[in-house]
């Protein structure tokens, strides 16, 4: 298979429920390897309805999913879905196991022996963040609800699954776990390379997550596919400029990052003198070139607007953002998808 062979193909994929409800209709989408592909859009569009096609939970009425070339209407389903992970919002682990034995649900079925199983387990319980000398024996009741939700992802990836199905994985989680959740998760997904289709109606969890969006309208309608600078600078429909909001500026600010060329030489005194007499502000950590913009905007808020040092990878100083040099890395962002005055448009939006 080529590097840009897709894991998954939707070719016309419709669903229509046996009520006459069009679901999914007409579905072209292709998902590559190593690529964390999300589907965002409001309640009852489809994406559920999407995920589920491709293990083979709700079959098609029209069209073919094929995963990795092969068309999943002529393979075993179970046998299909032991090769492909699946996590849903409230995680269904198994009440009456232990967390070890939860995670290691598949290698069992797929007969490995009990070292490698006890090995990968425990390596997967580390991966996800949970001790698994204090972990892989307790129950599920004995855990908080992200605690279970990581337990869930252990267990999805347990048997090192090529593909991923993920639906609202993260939902159960307050709004601080959930971020944190979702940066480990990058971070492994990123690190392992696993080929994930993850569906939420959350618009800041697609674009913080995904190499690329795919934005359905009600009746299972692919309204723009795109990257998340892509689709916040430039949505493509109506209905995808209501979705992302008017919130679309903070969005980039929390996907971006600042470069050298965002800053400007820090002028006069020396450049340690300024880091040590700069407004240490709310901002618990200091600027570096990489921190994300929507930091570097707290930063800036926090000192009045007045320039703010930024630091290098050494923990010196190499320059200073203000805010003009905050706009212009904005611009940059946006600058490959927006021709002329687009950029402008978006950061004044
Ligand atoms: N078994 C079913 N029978 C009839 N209609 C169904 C069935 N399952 C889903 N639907 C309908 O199909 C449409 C798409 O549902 P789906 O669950 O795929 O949407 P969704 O985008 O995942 O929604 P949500 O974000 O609310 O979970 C909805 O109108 C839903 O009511």
Redo the contacts with the bound molecule.
């Keep these: 298979m080529s590097p840009a062979a897709p894991v998954i193909r939707f070719e016309r994929a419709r669903k229509e ?3 006459g ?1 069009v ?1 999914v209709d007409g579905l072209d989408l292709e998902v590559f390897e190593h690529e964390m592909l999300v589907l965002v ?1 409001p ?8 995920l589920r096609m491709a293990n083979r939970l709700v079959e098609l009425t029209s069209g073919r999913v094929l995963v990795k070339g092969e068309d999943i209407a002529t393979s075993d389903p179970v046998a299909l879905r032991r090769r492909i992970g699946y996590v849903i919002q409230n995680v269904g682990l198994f009440p009456h196991r232990t967390v070890g034995q939860n995670v290691a649900t598949v290698p069992a079925l797929l007969g490995w022996d009990s070292r490698r199983t006890r090995d990968r387990t425990a390596e997967l319980l580390e991966l996800v963040g949970l001790e698994p000398a204090i972990y892989t024996r307790r129950y599920p009741h004995q855990l908080s609800g992200g605690e279970r939700q990581r337990v869930g992802v252990a267990r999805a990836l347990a048997a090192d699954p090529p593909v991923l199905l993920m639906d609202e994985p993260f939902g159960a989680v307050d709004p601080a776990g959930r971020r944190r959740l979702q940066q480990e998760f990058w971070r492994i997904q990123r690190e392992l390379g696993t080929t994930v289709m993850l ?1 939420t ?1 959350d618009i800041d969890e697609a674009v913080r997550l995904g190499d690329r969006i795919a934005v ?1 309208s009600k009746g ?1 309608r692919l309204e723009q596919l795109a990257d998340a600078v892509n689709l916040l600078a430039r949505p493509a429909t109506a209905m995808v400029a209501d979705f992302v909001g008017a919130g679309r500026a903070v969005r980039l600010l929390g996907i971006g990052e600042l470069t050298a060329p965002d800053l400007e030489p820090v002028p006069g005194a020396a450049a340690t003198d300024v880091a040590l007499s700069a407004p240490l502000l709310s901002p618990a950590a200091a600027l570096r070139v990489g921190s994300r913009l929507d930091d570097a905007f707290a930063a800036l808020a926090a000192s009045g607007g007045r320039a703010v040092p930024v630091l290098g990878d050494d923990g010196a100083v190499v320059g200073q953002v203000t805010p003009d040099g905050l706009l212009g890395a904005l611009r940059r962002m946006t600058a490959d998808v927006d021709e002329g005055d687009a950029a402008d448009r978006v950061v004044a939006g």
């Design positions: 429920y046996p009520d409800t679901a859009g309640s009852g569009c489809g994406k559920s309805t999407t569906v109606h359905f299972g």
